[in-house]
């Protein structure tokens, strides 16, 4: 399975910034995800981001809020736009492997105060 | 709406023991399915995966399917201390590459 990297591993952000969390992984993948994960909850995907063309979103989710750059196979952003309390969460990349599933980075820890 | 329900617990069960752990999804056109074990404060770690009837051993995992009674399940034999972490059930509907995850079931293996 790929390894995966996520920085920063965790934040505090203050109410109205932004912040970019970035996804290294060892080899080249066609599709990555950004999930966010509350406390207690489960995955929620946010988009997914394919090398070359615009991410994915979700329902719920607008580009203007969480942006996200592609520009590898190995690399990708997410930015948290504008951030309130309601942002802070978990933030995870994951990579899609041969049979279907999808591996996860160590994720991001933000806290929005 | 695709959904993967799974009980949430906790599930409580003796060190030795068997845990079972049980997923149903609405999507019956769903083809790969996945467990993932999440330590509180950690990503989640695939464990298994199943894509056809019946069961797939892995040292002490079993995963267990039945697609015409869309249910999924996972048997963990000789449960460990260790094995204390909520399990995430996922599901792949044919020919998609999103995953639909469950809320999770929360593992206490008690000393």
């Known amino acids: 399975s790929a390894v995966i990297s996520q920085k920063p591993s965790r934040d505090i952000c203050q109410r109205g910034t932004s912040l970019t969390i970035q996804c290294q992984v060892d080899?080249?993948?066609?599709?990555m995800f950004w999930y966010r994960q509350q406390p207690g909850q489960s995955l929620t995907l946010i988009a997914t981001?394919?090398?070359?063309?615009?991410?994915?979103?979700e329902s719920g989710f607008v580009i203007d809020k969480f942006p996200i750059s592609r520009p590898n196979l190995t690399f990708s952003t997410l930015t948290v736009s504008n951030m309130s309390p309601e942002d802070s969460s978990i933030y995870l990349c994951?990579?899609?492997?041969?049979?279907?599933?999808?591996?996860f980075g160590p994720g991001t820890r933000l806290t929005v105060l | 709406q695709k959904e993967v329900e799974q009980n949430s617990g906790p599930l409580s069960v003796p060190e030795g023991a068997i845990a079972s752990l049980n997923c149903t999804y609405s999507?019956?056109?769903?083809?790969?399915f996945f467990w993932y074990r999440q330590y509180s404060g950690k990503s989640p770690e695939l464990i298994m995966s199943?894509?056809?009837?019946g069961d797939k051993e892995d040292g002490r995992f079993t995963a267990q399917l039945n697609k015409a009674s869309q249910y999924v399940s996972l048997l963990i034999r000789d449960s460990q201390p260790s094995d204390s972490a909520t399990y995430l059930c996922?599901?792949?509907?044919?020919?998609?590459?999103?995953?639909?995850f469950g809320k999770g079931t929360k593992l206490s293996v008690i000393p």
């Open positions: 996922a599901a792949a509907g044919a020919g998609s590459y999103q995953l639909t």
């Open positions: 981001a394919n090398q070359g063309s615009e991410a994915t979103y």
């Open positions: 080899s080249q993948v066609t599709m």
């Open positions: 999507d019956r056109g769903s083809q790969s």
């Open positions: 994951s990579v899609r492997g041969t049979g279907g599933e999808q591996f």
């Open positions: 199943i894509y056809s009837n």
